[in-house]
């Protein structure tokens, strides 16, 4: 039942997908930016998936050192590796945009610096995971580590508004606007992309499930 | 007739110009989505071939540990 659900809502999320990117390529270019404009319709929803990610794993990392239920370490570890791919999408399409854009790769800037730092703090967080072997130890570890990662997501989100960047401010939240038809396929983009993640996070949560079953087997092996 | 020939090949250059910087803008576009669809394929490929992976091992461990009593 569950495996039907995660089915249809990964259906329904490529079936998006695939109309927004037939309407993104429509839409005509950006007066001053041109064509490369568009990267916005992937570049947005995936950071905003990413931080959303971050943000569940925090509140999962909490609950795990209150309750110490590892279902809430599983799913911390399930949204962080997923916000990681997203982030990385993010960081990449930002990059290209950038090319084109600023003329360079890559600037030192305030946004895209605490972006690069929390994508390697969570990357830390995956790292440090698979270095503790004791499961116990390994979740209260990580748990620790991804409250103290989360503190990086403000400074991601406010940094164009707390310091001059190069970044641009973003279209909806700094004053800017999209034409009313460009609003609605955006909107659709970032539900499409937010369910992707989701069936990524039920995924990424099975396993784990099936990493708990694989400790609990070689307890019993080394038990006999 | 010079000055109208210079005016052209000017308006003609103006024209390619702008058409390279189409023409580029759509390159890094396309690379762009590429990318992002690049990087959701490749992370659904990695969860997969980890499922496997971690199936096989429960599918060992199971098979293990039947044996185990009976030796």
Same mark, same amino acid.
């Not at chain 1, 830390?124 to 990662?149: C, D, H, K």
């Not at chain 1, 070689?218 to 006999?224: E, G, T, V, Y």
């Given at each position: 039942?569950?495996?039907?659900?995660?089915?249809?809502?990964?259906?329904?999320?490529?079936?998006? !997908?695939?109309?927004?990117?037939?309407?993104?390529?429509?839409?005509?270019?950006? =007066?001053?930016?041109?064509?490369?404009?568009?990267?916005?319709?992937?570049?947005?929803?995936?950071?905003?998936?990413? *931080?959303?990610?971050?943000? #569940?794993?925090? $509140?999962?990392?909490?609950?795990?050192?209150?309750? %110490?239920? +590892?279902?809430?370490?599983?799913?911390?570890? =399930? $949204?962080?590796?997923?916000?990681?791919? +997203? *982030?990385?999408?993010?960081?990449?399409?930002?990059?290209?945009?950038?090319?084109?854009?600023?003329?360079?790769?890559?600037?030192?800037?305030?946004?895209?610096?605490?972006?690069?730092?929390?994508?390697?703090?969570?990357?830390?967080?995956?790292? !440090?995971?698979?270095?503790?072997?004791?499961?116990?130890?390994?979740?209260?570890?990580?748990? #620790?580590? @991804?409250?103290?990662?989360?503190?990086?997501?403000?400074? #991601?989100?406010?940094?164009? %508004?707390?310091?001059?960047?190069?970044?641009?401010?973003? $279209?909806?939240?700094?004053?800017? @606007?999209?034409?009313?038809?460009? @609003?609605?396929?955006?909107?659709?983009?970032?539900?499409?992309?937010?369910? $992707?993640?989701? #069936?990524?996070?039920?995924?990424?949560?099975?396993?784990?499930?099936?990493?708990?079953?694989?400790? @609990?087997?070689?307890?019993?092996?080394?038990?006999? | 007739?010079?000055?109208?020939?210079?005016? &052209?090949?000017?308006?003609?250059?103006?024209?390619?110009?702008?058409?390279?910087?189409? &023409?580029?803008?759509?390159?890094?576009?396309?690379?762009?989505?590429?990318?992002?669809?690049?990087?959701?394929?490749?992370?659904?490929?990695?969860?997969?071939?980890?499922?496997?992976?971690?199936?096989?091992?429960?599918?060992?461990?199971?098979?293990?540990?039947?044996?185990?009593?009976?030796?």
């Amino acid at each position: 039942m569950r495996d039907k659900i995660l089915y249809i809502i990964g259906a329904v999320a490529l079936i998006l !997908l695939a109309r927004d990117m037939y309407l993104i390529t429509g839409f005509p270019a950006e =007066a001053n930016q041109g064509a490369i404009f568009k990267i916005i319709f992937f570049h947005v929803p995936m950071a905003i998936t990413a *931080l959303t990610c971050a943000m #569940v794993a925090f $509140v999962a990392s909490i609950l795990f050192l209150i309750t %110490k239920n +590892f279902q809430y370490d599983a799913l911390a570890v =399930a $949204v962080t590796e997923v916000g990681l791919a +997203f *982030l990385a999408g993010n960081l990449i399409t930002g990059s290209i945009w950038g090319r084109v854009a600023w003329g360079i790769w890559w600037a030192w800037d305030a946004r895209l610096t605490s972006a690069l730092v929390c994508w390697l703090l969570y990357a830390g967080y995956l790292m !440090l995971r698979n270095a503790i072997e004791e499961p116990t130890q390994r979740a209260t570890f990580a748990a #620790v580590f @991804s409250i103290f990662a989360f503190i990086d997501v403000p400074i #991601v989100i406010f940094s164009i %508004k707390w310091w001059r960047t190069q970044h641009p401010q973003p $279209v909806f939240w700094g004053g800017g @606007s999209f034409p009313p038809d460009w @609003s609605a396929v955006f909107g659709w983009q970032m539900l499409a992309i937010l369910l $992707v993640g989701v #069936v990524f996070t039920a995924v990424r949560l099975r396993q784990e499930q099936f990493q708990r079953e694989i400790d @609990s087997l070689r307890r019993m092996a080394h038990a006999l | 007739m010079y000055a109208l020939m210079l005016l &052209q090949a000017s308006a003609d250059d103006a024209v390619l110009r702008e058409m390279e910087r189409l &023409q580029r803008n759509f390159t890094f576009l396309n690379s762009g989505l590429w990318v992002a669809w690049l990087i959701l394929v490749v992370y659904v490929l990695m969860m997969v071939s980890r499922e496997r992976k971690l199936k096989r091992e429960i599918a060992g461990l199971k098979a293990m540990l039947e044996d185990k009593p009976r030796s």
